[in-house]
């Protein structure tokens, strides 16, 4: 399985910017979907994850600003990102699960001030 992620870019902040990752496959119904960050020097942590049943958690650091959303495909989420400050630039990668953990390739995020 393969995952795609794509919509990174370079914004402003106060701007905004869509992320969606697409799987290879179909065929499974994946049980969490998320989307990780790492940041130059620092390591990758979570960002948000919504499960199968559309639970979502996320980071506190962008409670209120982001949204995670699985797509209308069962191989797609997505991650609206609003409000985007500095301190969210990072590359932006995508996991899903399914009796194993499926990485994206990442997608770099730079906000500048």
């Known amino acids: 399985v393969q995952l795609q992620a794509s919509g990174g870019g370079l914004v402003q902040a106060g701007g905004s910017l869509r992320l969606s990752c697409t799987a290879s496959t179909t065929l499974l119904d994946f049980n969490v979907m998320a989307w990780y960050r790492q940041a130059p020097g620092k390591q990758r942590g979570l960002v948000a994850s919504i499960n199968r049943e559309g639970t979502t958690d996320y980071a506190d650091s962008v409670k209120g600003r982001f949204t995670i959303s699985r797509g209308n495909a069962k191989n797609t989420v997505n991650l609206q990102m609003n409000n985007l400050l500095p301190e969210d630039t990072a590359v932006y990668y995508c996991?899903?699960?399914?009796?194993?953990?499926?990485w994206g390739q990442g997608t770099q995020v730079t906000v500048s001030s």
């Open positions: 996991l899903m699960t399914f009796r194993a953990v499926y």
